[in-house]
């Protein structure tokens, strides 16, 4: 299941991320996700800093599969399934570390994004073939 994920990232499900019956509130997923997200991209460029984020988060969706509660460890997978011309799908799976269950999924799309010129950009070939390549060493795509 997760081996089909290019990239993995540990998380520990907080106290402070659970609602007042224990269970990961919905919301903080997309903060799972986008923790995902930003790692991923880290290790494709081998950049560390936040500023050089060249998108910005277009659209997201979550499927929950199983409870989930605060002092559970978990693994993300995050792989991207889609390369557009402006854009890019990342596909997330959260499984939970003990029983190896898938407790949500998700998708997002992320837009090429030029802060200064606040305006969409080309996803340029150079990114692509980074994607690719990353995707393809880690036996995905």
């Not at 402070?16 to 880290?42: C, K, P, Q």
């Not at 605060?70 to 596909?91: I, M, W």
């Amino acid at each position: 299941m997760l081996d089909e994920y290019s990239f993995k990232l540990p998380i520990r499900a907080r106290f402070r991320d659970s609602d007042m019956l224990g269970h990961i509130n919905n919301a903080v997923y997309l903060t799972y996700f986008e923790s995902g997200r930003i790692e991923y991209w880290m290790a494709l460029t081998g950049n560390s800093s936040l500023e050089d984020l060249p998108f910005i988060l277009a659209q997201t969706e979550i499927d929950f599969l199983a409870e989930a509660r605060a002092g559970e460890d978990f693994t993300l997978g995050v792989r991207a399934v889609r390369l557009g011309n402006k854009s890019f799908d990342l596909e997330y799976l959260l499984v939970r570390d003990v029983d190896g269950k898938p407790v949500a999924q998700g998708r997002s799309v992320q837009v090429m994004f030029d802060y200064e010129s606040r305006r969409t950009q080309l996803l340029d070939t150079k990114t692509r073939q980074m994607i690719d390549k990353f995707e393809s060493a880690n036996g995905t795509v």
